[in-house]
Antibody, heavy 116, light 107 residues
Framework: EVQLVESGGGLIQPGGSLRLSCAAS????????MSWVRQAPGKGLEWLSV???????HYADSVRGRFSISRDTSKNTLFLQMNTLRAEDTAVYYC??????????WGQGTLVTVSS | EIVMTQSPATLSLSPGERATLSCTAS??????LAWYQQKPGQAPRVLIY???ARAAGIPGRFSGSGSGTDFTLTISSLQSEDFAVYYC?????????FGQGTKVEIK
C-alpha cells in the first residue's frame, strides 16, 4: 500500500528555516516523480516544487531561491528545505506522488505557521 | 503561467441531482487536466486525469470532458459523500497550476 507521511511542520518566526520530511512506503521515492503542494488556510492548492526520478527539479516562482527539494533514497524520504520564511508561507504542506504528471497519492499534510 | 478559472465558486444542490463544474484554462492545454476532490481536513484525492480517465476506485458517476481550454466535471447523481471542494489542475506547462476550487454544498 502506498503511504506518504509528512512531518516537520510547526511555528516558526519570519526569516527562519524549517525542513519538512515526507516518509514514503509502498514504493520508492527515487523511482517516482514527487512534488510538494501547499494550501494556505481557507485557500486553494499551490504547487511548489517537483523532483523527477532522474533528479531534475522545478520550482514555483514564489519559492524559487528560498525552498529546496531533495530526497534520501536510503530513508525513502522526500524533503523540503524552507529558508527565509514569510508570513505568506503559512499553510498546510502536502507531499504528493506523481503518476505521469497528476498526483495519485498524497500525504495527510503538515502545518507550517510563520508568525512572530 | 497558465491560469485555471473554475466556476461557479459554489454549487448548491440536493442529493440525487446532477452537478456540472467548469474549468477554463488561460491557454491551450491539450488533454493535460486532472480533477481532485477535497473534504475538510483531508488531502486532495484524484478523481479524473487526462481530462476523462477515471482514477482507480472512482465511481462511475464522476465523468470528465472537454478539450483545449474548456473542461467539465460532471457528477451524475450526487451522493452524500460527494459534497466537497473540487479542484482542476493543468500539467501541460510548468508551473503546474490549480483552479481556485468549486464547493459543492447541500442545498
Amino acid at each position: 500500500e502506498v503511504q506518504l507521511v509528512e512531518s516537520g511542520g510547526g511555528l516558526i518566526q519570519p526569516g527562519g528555516s524549517l525542513r519538512l520530511s515526507c516518509a514514503a512506503s509502498g514504493f520508492g521515492v527515487s523511482y517516482s516523480y514527487m512534488s510538494w503542494v501547499r494550501q494556505a488556510p481557507g485557500k486553494g492548492l499551490e504547487w511548489l516544487s517537483v523532483i523527477y526520478s532522474g533528479g531534475n527539479t522545478h520550482y514555483a516562482d514564489s519559492v524559487r531561491g528560498r525552498f529546496s527539494i531533495s530526497r534520501d533514497t536510503s530513508k525513502n524520504t522526500l524533503f523540503l528545505q524552507m529558508n527565509t520564511l514569510r508570513a505568506e508561507d503559512t499553510a498546510v504542506y502536502y507531499c504528493a506522488r506523481g503518476s505521469s504528471a497528476w498526483y495519485d497519492s498524497w500525504g495527510q499534510g503538515t502545518l507550517v505557521t510563520v508568525s512572530s | 503561467e497558465i491560469v485555471m478559472t473554475q466556476s461557479p465558486a459554489t454549487l448548491s444542490l440536493s442529493p440525487g441531482e446532477r452537478a456540472t463544474l467548469s474549468c477554463t484554462a488561460s491557454q491551450f492545454i491539450s488533454n493535460t487536466l486532472a480533477w481532485y476532490q477535497q473534504k475538510p481536513g483531508q488531502a486532495p484525492r484524484v478523481l479524473i486525469y487526462d481530462v476523462s480517465a477515471r482514477a482507480a476506485g472512482i465511481p462511475g458517476r464522476f465523468s470528465g470532458s472537454g478539450s483545449g481550454t474548456d473542461f467539465t466535471l460532471t457528477i451524475s447523481s450526487l451522493q452524500s459523500e460527494d459534497f466537497a471542494v473540487y479542484y482542476c489542475q493543468q500539467y501541460n506547462k510548468w508551473p503546474q497550476t490549480f483552479g481556485q476550487g468549486t464547493k459543492v454544498e447541500i442545498k
